[in-house]
């Protein structure tokens, strides 16, 4: 009995594992560089970073596939504020380095191969968001190196001149290889690799909890047989010591 308890015990913790990760991403610690960024009011940091310390993305994909991922967005003001997300087309400084356009500049560049399922999010102050999106590659795409933006952007208007509205934004950076191998991230299975655990494990849980229930049952039936042929031969056991006693006096007469 105690194996049989062990084995649904065993297969319950991997069904749950996955739902303790998912909750997990709730509540993410931001890292120091970025959650410090009190100036800029707000933050957002990938929801799994892969490294753990990584504040980017890398992914290894191939073309016409896609995947989903997340990010977390904060707020850290005290107050209520509007952010929008979106993928950034890949530009360059004056200066050489890296950069994304904005909102309004975007148009048909790798920025728009990322999707996010709320586009336009309102927080209330210190609140936090896990928010998500879709990373889907053009049939067409060449292989090589690509790149985009992940924005989170929030816009005010100009105190002195309420005309100008004046936007600020943080941009991750999102580095794609675009290769003959199933979509992956940082090697590993992307997003789905949670939902085909859980689905998993819980089969597995069903299954498990099935041949308990039959196990049971047919030890259940086994000792009820057993019980009864015990019987049945004590019931035999004794008629036949009442034959024999009877067969003796019979004789003694």
Do not use: C
């Amino acid at each position: 009995m105690m194996k049989k308890l062990s084995l649904l015990v065993a297969t319950f913790t991997l069904l749950a594992l996955p739902l303790q990760v998912g909750m997990a991403q709730d509540n993410v610690d931001l890292p120091p560089e970025i959650a410090n960024m009190e100036s800029e009011g707000f933050t957002i940091v990938p929801a799994n970073p892969n490294p753990p310390e990584s504040s980017n993305f890398t992914f290894k994909l191939g073309p016409g596939s896609e995947v989903r991922d997340s990010v977390i967005i904060k707020n850290l003001s005290s107050e209520p504020a509007t952010f929008y997300l979106y993928g950034a087309d890949p530009t360059f400084s004056q200066q050489g380095t890296k950069a994304y356009k904005t909102r309004a500049d975007s148009g048909e560049g790798e920025g728009q191969w990322i999707t996010f399922d709320e586009p336009e999010v309102m927080l209330q102050g210190g609140e936090q968001k896990q928010a998500f999106f879709t990373l889907k590659i053009p049939q067409s795409t060449s292989f090589g190196e690509y790149r985009a933006g992940i924005a989170m952007e929030k816009t005010k208007k100009d105190i002195n001149n309420p005309n100008i509205t004046i936007a600020t934004r943080l941009v991750l950076h999102t580095d794609m290889s675009i290769t003959n191998i199933p979509p992956t991230k940082d090697g590993q299975i992307n997003g789905v690799w949670q939902a085909y655990y859980f689905w998993i494990s819980l089969t597995l849980f069903l299954v498990s909890l099935t041949a308990l229930i039959w196990i049971t049952f047919e030890e259940n039936k086994e000792k009820a047989a057993t019980k009864k042929k015990k019987s049945s031969a004590r019931k035999s056991k004794a008629s036949s010591a009442k034959t024999t006693r009877k067969t003796t006096t019979k004789k003694k007469k």
